[in-house]
């Protein structure tokens, strides 16, 4: 598969596939997006009750006020499954049901603090890859529109260089230049629709605020490799 390249993937734990679905397949899921938010905000009280949410909570609370059927059959395909067992070295034993990732507009500053980093799996960074996390981007998303941010080489860091790099995420003036001391790179997954990010699920990421008037439209689905 011309887009994969594995062992940028063993390194970085995180590969962009640009332009992986046609952008035509998007542009009818984006439609059938913008109809669902619609509905979804003539509810009476929806955009005022989603504000008042913390930043990061606002995201799964509209994600899930919206249903879009098809979505997993349309993102996840036999040919992005193939790409992952290729980047995992076997065949995934699972796979989870696509979610929506959906920010309202204009959260507001953008900022790289407070930020919910964590691992979807804990899992030994010497050992076998866990799985793979895939993130779907079903329209642009520019920088600082609101995409997953990425600790790129956080998934070979053992849990003895753990608590040194949290510290950097806690306390650092000038994030990207401490991350890089500890040879670590901060991935936004902005770009076009039709893009994929496929990550290896003990890689550090975060939700980030959406500065943008432009909804976040995302998704995501867990492919796990078992034993
Ligand atoms: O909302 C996001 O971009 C982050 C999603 C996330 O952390 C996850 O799916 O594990």
Not at 4 to 15: K, N, V, Y
Not at 34 to 47: I, N, P, T, Y
Not at 104 to 110: A, D, I, L, N, R
Request: with cysteine; glycine share 10%.
């Amino acid at each position: 598969m011309k887009f994969i390249d594995p062992d940028h993937f063993a390194a970085q734990g995180c590969l962009r596939l640009e332009g992986f679905h046609p952008r035509t397949r998007l542009a009818a899921l984006k439609r059938a997006l913008d109809l669902e938010l619609k509905r979804v905000h003539a509810g009476r009280g929806v955009s005022a009750s989603l504000r008042a949410l913390p930043v990061f909570q606002q995201i799964g609370r509209l994600s899930a006020l919206v249903k879009l059927p098809g979505l997993h059959e349309t993102l996840a395909t036999p040919d992005l499954r193939q790409g992952v067992a290729h980047l995992g070295g076997r065949t995934p034993s699972g796979v989870q049901d696509t979610q929506l990732l959906l920010s309202p507009v204009k959260q507001g500053t953008w900022t790289l603090q407070g930020l919910n980093w964590h691992v979807d799996v804990g899992a030994d960074a010497d050992g076998p890859i866990p799985g793979i996390q895939a993130f779907f981007l079903i329209d642009d998303v520019t920088p600082h529109g609101g995409a997953t941010l990425a600790l790129a080489g956080s998934h070979r860091l053992g849990a003895d260089a753990m608590p040194a790099l949290r510290r950097v995420l806690r306390t650092s003036t000038d994030l990207e230049r401490d991350l890089a001391g500890l040879g670590i790179r901060l991935v936004e997954m902005s770009g076009r629709a039709g893009d994929v990010f496929l990550m290896d699920l003990r890689t550090l990421h975060t939700p980030s605020v959406n500065t943008t008037a432009q909804v976040r439209m995302m998704a995501t689905t867990r492919y796990f490799m078992g034993e």
